[in-house]
């Protein structure tokens, strides 16, 4: 299946690395017109060009999520679709119960929850205005299940994202908005997954690659070929589902 998205306009979020840029990429290589949505502007520089735009921003507080939303529309004229790739672990390692803070809690929340809610928020009226829309969120098998990474905020957080994407599905779709989220496996897309896997050992990581059937690790592009068909016309009856690419997971 060839996906031509010529004509159209996505926002992508966290897209500095990982899978928010290999999701940018994989856009624009479909026709579509791409806003790299990051806090990291210098990480995103490699994608400069190409039908893609760069926005630094701060998506974790409403004020920042609606700032950059308000610039990509005056860059681009419109959203047609929002891939909020946007969260991870702030550089945070599994610790007891007791260890957690206040901080430590809320910084995962702002970065994979709220920044979500609030971009969604901001991109949603002008979806809603035309009758047509796509929204994409970026959960986790840790928002299925409990996160191999053993940090409490992580889980919660990704579960909590995997509800919002489910309840902007019954909201916006009366609009023609399509709302659905992929949650991906274990892989290695950034630093910190890569900290991660390392930190597992040579027995884990057996265990977790056995504990695959297609026994591999996915790729960021595994992730970005899924957004990209849920993006397309193909996918316009698909809504409020939470699509696991994670290689078959025992």
Not at 22 to 41: C, E, F, K, N, W
């Amino acid at each position: 299946m060839r996906i031509d998205l010529s004509g159209k306009v996505f926002a992508v979020t966290g897209a500095a690395q990982g899978i928010g840029a290999a999701t940018a990429l994989r856009l624009a290589r479909s026709g579509a017109a791409v806003a790299a949505i990051d806090i990291d502007g210098d990480g995103m520089d490699r994608l400069a060009g190409d039908g893609i735009s760069l926005h630094q921003a701060d998506l974790g507080s409403r004020t920042g999520a609606h700032h950059a939303v308000e610039a990509v529309l005056a860059r681009h004229g419109r959203i047609d679709g929002l891939v909020t790739a946007a969260g991870g672990v702030r550089g945070q390692a599994g610790r007891p119960l007791e260890e957690i803070g206040e901080d430590d809690w809320r910084v995962i929340f702002q970065a994979n929850v709220d920044a979500a809610m609030w971009s969604a928020q901001a991109a949603a009226p002008g979806m809603k205005q035309r009758g047509h829309g796509r929204i994409i969120t970026i959960s986790s098998g840790a928002g299925l299940r409990p996160s191999l990474t053993g940090i409490q905020a992580y889980a919660s957080a990704k579960h909590a994202l995997v509800g919002l994407t489910k309840q902007l599905a019954l909201e916006l779709g009366p609009f023609g908005i399509t709302v659905n989220s992929v949650a991906p496996g274990f892989i290695l897309s950034n630093p910190s997954t890569e900290r991660q896997w390392a930190a597992f050992g040579p027995e884990r990581q057996k265990a977790v690659i056995n504990g695959i059937h297609m026994r591999r690790l996915g790729a960021a592009e595994d992730i970005a070929n899924t957004v990209t068909f849920l993006a397309s016309a193909e996918a316009g009856w698909i809504s409020g589902q939470i699509i696991s690419v994670d290689g078959g997971h025992a």
